[in-house]
């Protein structure tokens, strides 16, 4: 049994604490855990009792700057030593409250025998994430072939002017972002990572870029600015902002934009596609021979490419104080594939690939 996921499980935990702090706690528990995990004689009880454990552990990142970190007792012996102090609940919480490190070294060990199908409950128990805050780097993969985990990065990183906080309740895991600082004058955030396909992700952030990769079954983003880069299968996705750029290059079953300044580059299929904004600059390209889908577009200025196969049928309808369509594309009407387009200033060109 590896000792990855227990630290992942701590560093998340922990993830507000000073840097230098965390990499000194980490380095402190991977003695603890290879002992914990060379007594396997009550595993099934100490799983009994996780759920409570890791309730607890979750505290030490609230009261961290309230109370010293003490040493583990013992922390150089084999875990078989604590393990009946471990299995009574009140007495495991007497010893919990005692130092905070105990909070999560115990809680630490738990998660590490209860071997490798906790793990697995445990990313698959992760319905949705949610990040919010002021500002957040996330490269985001759904693929079913590779681990199931999560990484956070500080760059440039000052504990008295930033702090992030991750918490856990049932199956949303939110990350909550606040910067004293301007955004862009310090404090980088980067989380990466890869979850089991199907999940839901949801943003509120002023300032997100964000690139995902696999299959996600809804894509819910807001703030003042949106950068985001999609790749693989949705099941429905919408943007908002003051500022959103999107390039998506995926199957969605329906893409809404709206914002101020909409600039969206889409490569795929899709069964709709909704665009609003006060500037609107959109290049969709629809693949298959015959797409069937609904597009919709307004705004005071828009400027739109729109590519689809020679072979599809379209039924389109371009309005607007000042409108140009370019293109030899046969209008019909009652055609699967519908495109309309509206504003003052509006500016279509249609092209047959």
Known sequence: MKNDACLQQLQLTLV?????ELRKILRDYRGYIRGAVADRASESRLLAVLADTRQLAAGLSRRSGRERLAPWPGAGRRAGGHAGRLLAVPELKRLLRKTEM?????GCGLLLLGSAA???EDAAGIDRL???GDALKLELSADAARPYKLDVEKRNWSDADCKVTVTRMGGDLTFQVKLNKPVGDRCKLTV???VK???QVGVDMRAFDGDLNGRFS??????QALKVDLKGVYGAVALSGDAVKAEVDASVDDLKAKGQAVNLEFDGTTRGVAL??????ADLKLRGAQPAASVDVKGQMVNLDFHADRQAKLDYQVSGQASKVSGDWANTSGAPLKLRVGGSAVKVSLERN
């Open 102 to 106: 105990n909070i999560v070294k115990i």
């Open 218 to 223: 809804s894509v819910q983003m807001r703030g």
């Open 276 to 281: 609003e904004g006060q500037a609107v600059k």
């Open 16 to 20: 507000e604490l000073p840097e230098a």
């Open 197 to 199: 396909p199907g999940k």
């Open 130 to 132: 949610n990040f919010n």
């Open 118 to 120: 906790a793990r697995a």
């Open 192 to 194: 990466r990572g890869n």
